[in-house]
């Protein structure tokens, strides 16, 4: 049997090599190093992102799929690397100070950080279905190693074992489904897929039919969309702050250049079929999502909820399913990867060794006491909110116009009156930073001047998407061209 | 291949179930039975039985088996590459020395950690 | 003959099998195991219709799953036993201080 070797360009794969050396480099150095040399960790790693992100950049405006159609260079395949490399940037600065205070500063956190990020990358570069199997669970089994790495404590415990029960079973609906399209379609290619489909003879309707149905499942269990949140919240509450603020970011947005690569992508012919589902997924994950965040004493509860809701807005660009649309999702992540990343970081700044603070009573009279979290608090609140001028306001913006545009307009309807609904459980925290009286005890706030670092880019960056967003939207629309292989 | 080319393995299947159900029946029927201690307790090449059977485990042996499991899977992308091996030349030499290469990165970090020590 | 729909279907009662498994099962290294009967079903169709078409893409999608398999089995003992240690259970409805 005669064959070709595939075209191997290493260029097109840089970004995920560097950051495979780097968790290499790191997993040695954690293994050979003193105690001196392990605070190098982070420094390293963030090293390792940025040359990833150099590298990302250098492939921007590309348009070319190479290793045997495995892998896209297009500017939609950047944009995801940007956004999975800030959220992961962000998920180190936060974790500095927050990992030796919690005593799970071991060096395996920022390798699996790293290794993680490599997951997203490959699944937004995957145009076919075999890489983003393998990217999306590089991605998953790092994350469930991540969220229960407070071995010592029960809540961790319990938060990794739900994340890996659920998701290994998503994983498996997400994998017939999978299975039962490449038997009704006879490739993995997403290019195939989309080339078959858009011939008007199906051989297999049925199976094709339900192939869709189980990776909806499957993706739905992975961003998080109702009615498959269940494991949300739990693990948010009990995992590692610092991790839940990269699950919250750059699983959910990994997820979504997935989700949009394949449907939007591959099953693009089939739209007329999937997008009713995704329109009543749309809204019921908005309502559950702020329904449930109103009656939330927790923060870390809340901010789950609420990033379900998120996830409930970004799909409403998915609905849309025309360029504005998908420029809208691009735009929107990366809006929320700020503003989400922000809050979580105020909750580890406010947070103490043995004493997490996570009641939103916690933080009365934080607004007065500490001016500058206060203000960064209220800047994350009322974008994630979607109060103008800020990046969440923007983003809805942009969201629900191409919803319009597209003629879904009781979905815009639903999702405005949803995002007035979540003003409310916002602004209360809000609120309570200013208008509340500062409790007994004193409200002590850690050093921490990687946070500090990061509350400072986040909320800068979230006023500055919110004022300026032309800068970001401008070259976003130019990514909308998904490459499929 | 038609259904009726597995009647012979369906033979054989039959066969064999009427052999052993057979078997435990007649000597079920004909046997005597004498249970005493020695009789019941578990056999093992005849050594003398030390304790209970369902104590708990070190958990050195669940670290090992899970070693196992993931460095004894690596063996699956092996096979492949070694049919091909010849006609892949350099190339597929260098590929696979990488993947090893990761692999043996891991292999040293697991060493250093002390995951191998039986202490 | 044994055509892939015997396949499809044999793999669609594994994957039932499996997931009813998981519905029902309360001991985690049980509920674990399901979700590998789940896995493992999902290859049978694989290599079904890879053997259909003659393509071997579907072929290598098995290998990934199983290597994929086995790091999760991995990371899911080592979670499990975690777990162990700190709660002397491995029942999921023992393991809820935050409510599901």
Request: aromatic letters at 12%; a neutral charge; glycine letters at 10%.
């Amino acid at each position: 049997m005669e064959f070709t070797l595939p075209a191997i360009k290493i260029g097109a794969i840089a970004p995920e090599l560097i950051l495979v050396c780097s968790a290499a480099g790191l997993m040695m150095l954690d293994a050979f190093a003193k105690e001196r040399g392990k605070t190098l960790l982070p420094i390293l790693s963030i090293v390792g992102l940025a040359l990833a992100m150099v590298a990302s950049l250098k492939l921007w405006g590309k348009s070319e799929v190479t290793f045997a159609g495995m892998v896209a260079v297009d500017s939609y395949r950047v944009f995801f690397n940007i956004i999975f490399i800030i959220g992961a940037l962000l998920t180190v600065l936060l974790s500095m100070n927050y990992t030796p205070r919690e005593e799970i500063d071991r060096g395996e956190y920022y390798v699996l950080v790293l290794l993680a990020t490599v997951g997203m990358m490959v699944m937004a570069a995957g145009t076919d279905l075999i890489m983003i199997f393998l990217g999306l669970e590089l991605l998953s089994i790092s994350v469930y190693v991540l969220a229960g790495f407070a071995r010592g404590q029960l809540k961790s415990n319990e938060a990794a074992l739900k994340y890996f029960l659920l998701g290994a079973f998503a994983s498996g609906f997400l994998l017939y489904g999978m299975a039962l399209v490449y038997g009704a379609v006879g490739s993995t290619n997403l290019a195939m897929i989309a080339e078959t489909l858009a011939t008007p003879h199906l051989p297999a309707r049925v199976l094709l039919m339900v192939g869709v149905g189980l990776l909806v499942v499957g993706f739905g269990f992975k961003v998080a969309i109702v009615p498959f949140h269940m494991w949300t919240p739990d693990v948010y509450e009990g995992a590692p702050t610092s991790i839940t603020a990269f699950m919250a970011v750059g699983v959910k947005a990994a997820a979504f250049a997935g989700f949009a690569r394949v449907f939007i992508g591959a099953l693009g012919a089939l739209h007329p079929d999937w997008t009713m589902v995704l329109w009543v997924l749309a809204v019921a994950t908005m309502t559950v999502g702020n329904l449930a965040a109103i009656t939330q004493s927790n923060i870390k509860r809340m901010l789950a909820y609420s990033s379900i809701a998120h996830a409930g807005y970004v799909l409403v660009g998915m609905v849309a399913g025309n360029e504005v649309g998908r420029a809208s999702m691009l735009f929107y992540l990366l809006a929320y990867t700020f503003m989400q990343a922000g809050a979580f970081g105020v909750v580890i700044m406010l947070g103490q060794k043995g004493e997490p603070r996570l009641n939103i009573t916690d933080y009365a009279g934080v607004g007065h006491k500490y001016p500058l979290i206060g203000v960064a608090m209220a800047i994350f609140m009322f974008s994630l909110g979607g109060i103008p001028p800020t990046a969440g306001f923007v983003g809805k913006f942009y969201l629900f116009g191409a919803a319009i545009k597209a003629g879904y307009v009781w979905l815009v309807i639903l999702g405005v009156i949803n995002s007035a609904i979540s003003i409310y459980y916002y602004l209360r925290v809000t609120v309570v930073m200013y208008m509340h009286e500062e409790g007994e005890e004193v409200l002590a706030v850690s050093r921490a001047p990687a946070v500090a670092l990061a509350l400072i880019l986040t909320s800068v960056a979230t006023l500055g998407l919110g004022i300026f967003p032309s800068w970001i939207w401008e070259p976003v629309q130019k990514t909308v061209n998904l490459l499929l292989g | 291949m038609e259904l009726i080319d597995y009647l012979p393995i369906f033979i054989l299947l039959i066969i064999a179930v009427l052999f052993v159900g057979g078997t435990i029946l007649v000597s079920h029927m004909v046997g005597r039975r004498k249970y005493g201690k020695e009789k019941m307790s578990p056999y093992e090449s005849g050594m003398i039985p030390v304790g209970d059977a369902r104590r708990r485990f070190s958990v050195k042996f669940y670290v090992v088996a899970i070693l196992f499991v993931i460095f004894d899977i690596e063996v699956v992308f092996m096979y492949p590459w070694a049919v091909i091996f010849k006609k892949l030349g350099v190339f597929g030499f260098v590929e696979m020395m990488i993947f090893i290469a990761i692999l043996l990165v891991g292999f040293i970090y697991i060493w250093k950690k002390g995951a191998l020590e039986w202490a | 003959m044994v055509s892939v729909e015997h396949y499809l279907i044999l793999s669609g009662i594994l994957f039932a099998i499996g997931v009813i498994g998981v519905l029902t099962r309360r001991n985690a290294i049980i509920v674990f195991m399901c979700i590998e009967l789940m896995l493992n079903a999902v290859n049978l169709s694989f290599v079904a219709f890879a053997r259909h078409f003659n393509d071997m893409s579907g072929h290598i999608f098995v290998f990934m799953i199983m290597t994929v398999a086995a790091a999760e089995a991995a990371v899911g003992l080592a979670i499990i036993l975690a777990i162990f240690r700190n709660r002397e259970t491995v029942d999921v409805d023992e393991i809820n201080i935050m409510k599901w």
